[in-house]
């Protein structure tokens, strides 16, 4: 375009001399010269419309997906890959948890509705097995074996404190092992941005090295280095944004069986005194 530019600041100043000096004979006419100015802008124009296409073009063929990842140097290559590795564990664990936690609330269901239509611990314990993945079964067994211990030496509970504690701690133990691992999500959730910000401010470094090594500044120079900085940040996301769904998801899921568990340790309390509590033993004292 810089000869365009010459041609249309030229162009008056041909007008004026000609007008000034019309007797100066060249053996050109100011037609014929008119007509060579605008086909030489035209021309000049052409050729750099054809260039602007091309480099337009080849940039992107260098940035396409596949060409970035063969391209890519070691830093960016590690970069990708730490976010790759990162997704796909976040991906596997948050199916993983779906199925363990979904199975979970659903025996937990199960559990509950059986243990308040027999109402009877003994008869709940010889059945228990069945429910076995429930989390709301580990809890009962706890509590159930520090009721028998106080009932077979006493004859009657002598120590509800004891029974609490001991239901207490199996919920802990139980919202623990669902809780396994659970952290790897929040890990991916906080670091895989500021990876992909390394991985992006590296693409610019790279791209800025690009320019200063070109004999000019096109977007053939720039184009790679600033097509793996946003593919780093796209990755970053891509591994942040669903692992942090999944883990509120989950930690709200596990908040739930926690106080299921919770509220089931409040009636097998209840259930465990009106079956050997101070009155019963009494009475079996007296018969």
Do not use: C
Not at 73 to 93: E, H, K, Q, R, Y
Not at 163 to 186: C, F, M, Q, V, Y
């Amino acid at each position: 375009m810089y000869s365009v530019g010459a041609v249309l600041v030229a162009l008056p100043t041909a007008v004026r001399r000609k007008r000034l000096a019309p007797s100066q004979g060249s053996g050109l006419t100011f037609a014929p010269t008119l007509a060579l100015l605008l086909q030489a802008v035209a021309e000049e124009a052409a050729e750099a419309d054809l260039t602007a296409a091309e480099e337009v073009s080849a940039a992107v063929e260098q940035s396409t997906l596949l060409s970035l990842l063969l391209d890519v140097g070691p830093v960016g290559f590690t970069v990708f890959a730490i976010l790759a590795l990162m997704s796909i564990l976040s991906w596997a664990l948050a199916y993983s948890k779906h199925r363990a936690l979904s199975s979970s609330a659903k025996a937990n269901m199960s559990f509950r509705n059986a243990f308040r239509r027999v109402g009877k611990l003994a008869e709940i314990n010889a059945a228990s097995e069945q429910f076995r993945p429930a989390p709301l079964v580990t809890v009962f067994d706890h509590g159930y074996k520090e009721v028998a211990r106080q009932v077979n030496t006493y004859g009657q509970i002598t120590n509800p404190a004891s029974i609490e504690r001991s239901l207490a701690l199996a919920a802990s133990e139980e919202t623990s092992r669902l809780r396994k691992n659970l952290g790897i999500l929040a890990t991916t959730a906080s670091a895989a941005p500021f990876i992909g910000l390394f991985g992006t401010v590296w693409g610019v470094l790279d791209a800025f090295r690009g320019l200063g090594t070109s004999s000019g500044a096109t977007l053939r120079a720039v184009a790679p280095g600033i097509a793996e900085a946003l593919l780093a940040t796209a990755l970053g996301l891509f591994a942040a944004i669903p692992a942090l769904i999944f883990y509120n998801v989950y930690a709200g899921r596990l908040r739930e069986i926690r106080s299921s568990m919770q509220d089931f340790g409040l009636e097998f309390f209840n259930l465990a005194e009106k079956d050997y509590g101070a009155r019963d033993g009494a009475a079996t004292k007296h018969s």
